[in-house]
């Protein structure tokens, strides 16, 4: 079970789970999104054709984000698995990996209704050093505004906003939702319900894994 998918709407809580998974079983967490802010933030050629669409709440294409998935998972410390967080994000990146060769193990979903999603995004907080993702509710960071794993400063995304939020779950229905039939036929897919507590969720995650908690 190394090499995992976590597939879910925004903020169904991938990052937070991915995170989880990979403290526990010494695999990378790697997340598209966070590349893509990193190339934004460094104002890199990549990021600068990225983020319009991401501002917007719109995917990045297909062929930028393969470039970087592909390039990423080549990495020494992806060679004994990882999480994929956020990608594939379009039938056209499923087949893509598939075309690398990539023999996916699982691939989870984290299911939490459109309501409970909106409410979780205004109160989210990453870390615009290492992108470690927060909640002032849920998941607060032991000092307010400082990320705990690495010291830098949180700060909400600025594709938080109540329409943007709107936005991102139209294109996750339209683009990623159809990924769900795409694995099942591949007997693949596991649905884990996100429940109202991080920790309640990780446990039945774990679970599904076969992870000792
Ligand atoms: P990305 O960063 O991947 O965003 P996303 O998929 O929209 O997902 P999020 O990061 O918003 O949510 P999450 O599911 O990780 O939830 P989290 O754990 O943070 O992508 C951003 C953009 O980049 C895209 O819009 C697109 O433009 C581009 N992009 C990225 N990948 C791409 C691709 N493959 N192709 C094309 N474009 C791509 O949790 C959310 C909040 O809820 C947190 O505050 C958390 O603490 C809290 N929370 C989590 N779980 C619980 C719980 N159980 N109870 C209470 N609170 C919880």
């Known amino acids: ?114 309501e409970r999603i909106c409410a979780r995004m205004s109160g989210r907080r990453v870390c615009e050093s290492c992108g470690a993702s927060y909640h002032i509710e849920y998941k607060p960071t032991t000092v307010e505004g400082i990320c705990d794993k690495c010291g830098g400063k949180t700060v909400q995304r600025v594709d938080d906003t109540p329409e943007t939020v709107l936005s991102r779950l139209a294109v996750y229905q339209e683009k990623t939702a159809p990924l769900k039939d795409y694995y099942a036929k591949t007997g693949k897919l596991v649905t884990v319900e996100g429940q109202e507590e991080v920790a309640d969720t990780t446990k039945l995650v774990f679970k599904a894994l076969g992870v000792q908690d």
Do not use: C, H, W, Y
Not at 8 to 13: E, I, K, S, W
Not at 16 to 41: C, H, Y
Not at 83 to 90: A, E, K, N, Q, V
């Open 1 to 114: 079970m190394n090499k995992m998918i976590l597939l879910g709407a925004p903020g169904a809580g991938k990052g937070t789970q991915a995170e989880a998974i990979s403290d526990k079983l010494g695999i990378p967490q790697i997340s598209t999104g966070n590349m893509l802010r990193e190339a934004v933030k460094n104002g890199t050629e990549l990021g600068l054709k990225a983020k319009e669409a991401m501002d917007s709440g719109a995917l990045v294409s297909d062929d930028i984000v393969i470039g970087i998935l592909k390039d990423r998972i080549a990495e020494p410390d992806a060679a004994n698995g990882f999480i994929l967080d956020g990608f594939p994000r379009t039938v056209a990146q499923a087949e893509a990996l598939d075309t690398m060769g990539v023999a996916i193990d699982v691939v989870m979903e984290i299911a939490v209704p459109d």
